[in-house]
């Protein structure tokens, strides 16, 4: 299972790839990458929420946001971060896991 949901900040634009992110076959359309622009904003604080079939981004305390529906084969286990761009900083993580 290579199922994955893939969340970036590129080139001022925030992304949300599910293209891998689990059943999909319903629509041709549903496996898909959606994008918002966030560039006019000058600092960006960025806060993810994931739950069992969703996520969702909240840009400088909702002054952008975007929610996608997911529907993984299996739960979400691991969650992974990769910093390729030295102008961002992780400041916290915080989680709470609920069965």
């Known amino acids: 299972r290579n199922e ?3 969340i970036s900040l590129q080139q001022g634009m925030l ?4 293209s ?3 059943i999909h076959q ?3 359309k549903f496996p898909a990458m959606h994008s ?3 560039n006019i904003l000058s600092d960006r604080e960025i806060a993810i929420y994931l739950d069992r079939s969703s996520v969702e981004v909240f840009v400088n305390d909702g ?3 975007m929610t996608d ?3 993984p084969s299996a739960p979400f286990n691991r969650v992974q971060l990769e910093k390729k ?3 961002f900083s992780i400041n916290y993580i915080t989680s709470i896991w609920a069965k």
């Open 4 to 6: 994955r949901l893939v």
């Open 15 to 18: 992304v949300i790839d599910r």
């Open 20 to 22: 891998e992110a689990g």
């Open 26 to 28: 319903f629509s041709e």
């Open 36 to 38: 918002m622009d966030i």
């Open 63 to 65: 002054k952008r946001v």
């Open 69 to 71: 529906i997911v529907f």
């Open 85 to 87: 761009n030295s102008q």
